[in-house]
């Protein structure tokens, strides 16, 4: 595997960094509704308009701007979402299962949460496993291949439960890059602290398909990778 960064682009930015810890958040198919996209597209033009601080860079202002389309859309998926399959505790504990399978073994899993409409993680490819990584035949990163693993399994399995066919998965995650110690802390947190934003529990600890709830079980303090839980 190449040790040199990697930027592709869809329609949305993908990077992949050697050695990074990544943030990945994967919505349902049709789970923001019509109204919430064509809010996200006017609120992302809006932002494209806006004069770049003078404090910022180009590319620290472009990484601002993601940020802030990302709120936009997680407060659509939090609040108003189109589907919700995830509701449904046995779908979530697939998806909670499938993320937690390879802990230890191809990632550091170090926070989780399965919403109704989607689901959150922070995790970073171990080095021994990427040494061992050899590209399938499209080339996929080795963030890629964990993100299509996990979506593909899930998906046949969800919609075996659902009696459905089709896409289950939104076909592009959002995914970023954790720059530092301090933006991991607070990614940390966003992520865990999901279910309390969305009025879908009082504690983190509460949510059953969380990080914070296993690593109360567990013993574990707050940022400690995740052992495979089965």
């Known amino acids: 595997m190449s040790d040199t960064e990697v930027f592709r682009r869809r329609h949305l930015p993908h990077w992949d960094v050697p050695g990074a810890t990544y943030f990945v958040t994967a919505c349902l198919e049709g789970s923001i509704p019509a109204q919430g996209l064509l809010d996200i597209r006017d609120y992302k033009a809006l932002l494209e308009r806006r004069p770049r601080p003078e404090d910022l860079s180009e590319s620290n202002w472009a990484l ?101 066919e089709g896409p289950f998965w939104q076909q592009e995650s959002y995914d970023h890059w954790v720059r530092d110690a301090e933006e991991l802390e607070r990614i940390l947190n966003y992520v865990e602290y999901n279910p309390v934003k969305a009025g879908l529990c009082s504690e983190a600890k509460q949510w059953p398909f969380s990080s914070a709830r296993y690593r109360e079980a567990l013993g574990l303090a707050f940022g400690t990778p995740l052992p495979r839980i089965s």
């Open 64 to 164: 601002r701007r993601s940020k802030l389309a990302f709120v936009r859309v997680d407060q659509w998926l939090d609040g108003s979402p189109a589907v919700s399959h995830l509701a449904d505790h046995v779908l979530a504990g697939i998806v909670a299962n499938s993320l937690l399978f390879f802990a230890g073994t191809r990632y550091d899993l170090l926070a989780l949460v399965v919403m109704p409409s989607h689901f959150h993680w922070v995790f970073r490819p171990l080095a021994r496993w990427v040494e061992e990584f050899v590209p399938d035949k499209d080339e996929r990163t080795p963030r890629e291949k964990i993100m299509h693993s996990i979506k593909l399994y899930t998906s046949r399995e969800c919609n075996q439960k659902l009696g459905q």
